[in-house]
T-cell receptor, first 109, second 115 residues
Framework: GQNIDQPTEMTATEGAIVQINCTYQTSGFNGLFWYQQHAGEAPTFLSYNVLDGLEEKGRFSSFLSRSKGYSYLLLKELQMKDSASYLCAVWDSNYQLIWGAGTKLIIKP | DTGVSQNPRHKITKRGQNVTFRCDPISEHNRLYWYRQTLGQGPEFLTYFQNEAQLEKSRLLSDRFSAERPKGSFSTLEIQRTEQGDSAMYLC?????????????FGEGSRLTVL
């Protein structure tokens, strides 16, 4: 079966750095997304990785290792507004987008 | 506003009633997706359109669910004879469709509560 695993919840301190991990087992791989979702709102796009390595975009970076079926989202200089759920999603070989359950990130002052 | 729009944003209905949700995608986007999301879960794929053609439908989708995109622009999702288990957020997303792996842009969602 297809599966994406992320921690259910993480807590971090304002100004700090946090890394959210995602591991996947899918039938094929055509790219991995990270989305941010605030409570009661729709997901918004953060990053897309299709090749191995690190993609940096401001305070957010995303890493992919296809051989390990592993990605992480790195958030630096955390702000209170970063409190949200972070969803990992993978395009499989049939171009179905498989979603993880999301990681709820709680930022404390 | 040039984003994906959905309406109604909230719908409360009694079990057994029919409900219809509408999605207006970003105008130049060819692909339109419907997802369902419950609390603490990621979006669950329901169906998707390439222009007016419905190309994929989830095996989990019962016959009570139907979606249309008659002119390749807006889409509707109808749920007949609603059940309490249908209570969820229904998300619409669109993408440009020039590749199969394009970024999805989501609407704000339509939250359904079945009493």
């Amino acid at each position: 079966g297809q599966n994406i695993d992320q921690p259910t919840e993480m807590t971090a301190t304002e100004g700090a750095i946090v890394q959210i991990n995602c591991t996947y087992q899918t039938s094929g791989f055509n790219g991995l997304f990270w989305y941010q979702q605030h409570a009661g709102e729709a997901p918004t796009f953060l990053s897309y990785n299709v090749l191995d390595g690190l993609e940096e975009k401001g305070r957010f970076s995303s890493f992919l290792s296809r051989s390990k079926g592993y990605s992480y989202l790195l958030l630096k200089e955390l702000q209170m507004k970063d409190s949200a759920s972070y969803l990992c999603a993978v395009w499989d070989s049939n171009y179905q987008l498989i979603w993880g359950a999301g990681t709820k990130l709680i930022i404390k002052p | 506003d040039t984003g994906v729009s959905q309406n109604p944003r909230h719908k409360i209905t009694k079990r057994g009633q029919n409900v219809t949700f509408r999605c207006d995608p970003i105008s130049e986007h060819n692909r339109l997706y419907w997802y369902r999301q419950t609390l603490g879960q990621g979006p669950e794929f329901l169906t998707y359109f390439q222009n007016e053609a419905q190309l994929e439908k989830s095996r989990l989708l019962s016959d009570r669910f139907s979606a249309e995109r008659p002119k390749g622009s807006f889409s509707t999702l109808e749920i007949q004879r609603t059940e309490q288990g249908d209570s969820a957020m229904y998300l619409c997303a669109s993408s440009l469709g020039t590749t199969d792996t394009g970024e999805l842009f989501f609407g704000e969602g339509s939250r359904l509560t079945v009493l």
